[in-house]
């Protein structure tokens, strides 16, 4: 069975910084781009960083251009989502995702990911 966990998710102060973790299990992920998606409450949900395989190719929303960086290790089925500055915008429950199938290119509507995580809630206080 495939899972994907995320971690990391909390309370933290504007200014402040968050790294989540995204733990894959029941299949190796390897050769997947991988997605770190978020939901505020009342929007719809929207991409936030996408990574390639390889992580030579990453991409962002323009709202976390500069204070968030996605990173992988391969070796541990593990996806990072660093989040620095945070700024109450960000408040949202983020999840992980992954495509069906493997690729080089990256993923950018969530309508391409298959596996999700169960998401954890990142708040951001003012």
């Known amino acids: 069975q495939v899972q994907l966990v995320e971690s990391g998710g909390g309370l933290v102060q504007a200014g402040n910084s968050l790294r989540l973790s995204c733990a894959a299990s029941?299949?190796?992920?390897?050769?997947?781009?991988m997605g770190w998606f978020r939901q505020a409450p009342g929007k719809e949900r929207e991409l936030v960083a996408t990574?390639?395989?390889?992580?030579?190719?990453?991409d962002y929303s323009d709202s976390v251009k500069g204070r968030f960086t996605i990173s992988r290790d391969n070796a541990k089925n593990t996806v990072y989502l660093q989040m620095n500055n945070l700024k109450p915008e960000d408040t949202a429950v983020y999840y992980c995702?992954?495509?069906?199938?493997?690729?080089?290119?990256?993923?950018?509507?969530?309508?391409?990911?298959?596996?999700w995580g169960q998401g954890t809630q990142v708040t951001v206080s003012s």
């Open positions: 995702a992954a495509p069906l199938v493997a690729g080089n290119l990256l993923s950018y509507s969530r309508y391409e990911y298959h596996y």
């Open positions: 029941g299949q190796t992920f390897s050769r997947h781009t």
């Open positions: 990574i390639n395989w390889n992580s030579r190719s990453t």
